[in-house]
Every structure is written in structure tokens, then in C-alpha cells.
């Protein structure tokens, strides 16, 4: 993915060119879409979180002045997924005749759909590591990119990226921690 090519098709769309926006969202989707499910944890409530965010930015693309789009729409898929767990949360707790499986504030359901690898990714690494997880070995980001969207050196992308899938692949093997 080019840094160059996204700021030049949300130039585009600034300007009002809406076939600027399938660039841009198929360039973003991936990393989007897995901040939201990190948080969410349930692939349903983080679609839904997607169509949000991309409707926010869109709405809202005048205020983006920056030069790194990917950390400004992350930005927003994150708010917006933490809102809708804290929404989610406080009507889980109040609402007295939800199914037996659900405990009280947990958001997360039981669902087929669930991506098991990426749910041991975030059960067992810091957000900062599973971020870099996410958008390099699942979104296809290059380690400068993630670096740039992280604000981190790339060293330290680098470094974190392969203590990451280390620790994944001993777990998987049935190692220890």
C-alpha cells in the first residue's frame, strides 16, 4: 500500500471525487475492520462498526489535515468501537432476560464466525502488539507503514512483530507463554 496513493485519492475525495473512496477503502478495510473486531470481539458488531467509521470519516473528511489517513480512520473505527462496547456493555447489564450464556457487561458473544487465531492474538499480546500483529501479518502492511500509522520506529515494529508471532506460535504448538 502507498502512503502517497491513499493522501492522493483523499485529496481526491476532498475535492469531491467519490470513486476516490473504493481506493480508500480497499486499501483501509483489513486494519478498520480488525481494530474494530480487537475490541469488539464478535465479526457482526464489528462490521457494523466499519460502515460507522467509514461514514464518519467521509462525512468529516474536510477536518482531515494530517498526513497519515490510516492512523486518522483507525482513530475513529477505535472511538467508535469503544462506544459501541461501552453502549453494548451498559444494556447487557441492564437487560434482565438476556439468554443464560451472556454474563453480566460481556459483550462478547458465542459465534461461529469468531476468528480464533486472531482472539488468541489478543488475549495474549498488549494492544500495541497486536495492532502491529494485525496490520502487518493480517492487513498486509509493510513494518514502516505500521511504524508510521503507530508513530514507532520501525525497529521497534520490527522487533515487536516477530516477539508477537513467536509467542503466537509457541501457544499454538502448546508451549509455554
Known sequence: ???K?????????KEGDSRAFDYIYDTTYKVV?????????????AEDVVQDTYLKAVSNIDGYNADNFTAWITTIARNT????????????ATDFSTDE??????????DED????????????????YKIVIMCAIAGYRRREAAKALDLPISTVSYRLKQSLNLLSRHLKGGVK
Do not use: C, W
Request: glycine share 6%; charged share 25%; net charge neutral.
Open 81 to 92: 468501537a469503544l462506544n459501541e462496547y461501552n453502549r453494548a456493555k451498559r444494556q447487557t
Open 114 to 129: 469468531s476468528f480464533g487465531l486472531i482472539s488468541l492474538a489478543k488475549s495474549l499480546l498488549d494492544e500495541t502488539d
Open 1 to 3: 500500500m502507498s502512503d
Open 5 to 13: 496513493a491513499l493522501e492522493k485519492a483523499v485529496l481526491r475525495l
Open 33 to 45: 475492520f480488525f481494530v474494530a473486531y480487537g475490541i469488539l470481539g464478535n465479526k457482526h458488531a
Open 101 to 110: 450464556h451472556l454474563r453480566e457487561g460481556d459483550f462478547s458473544m458465542p
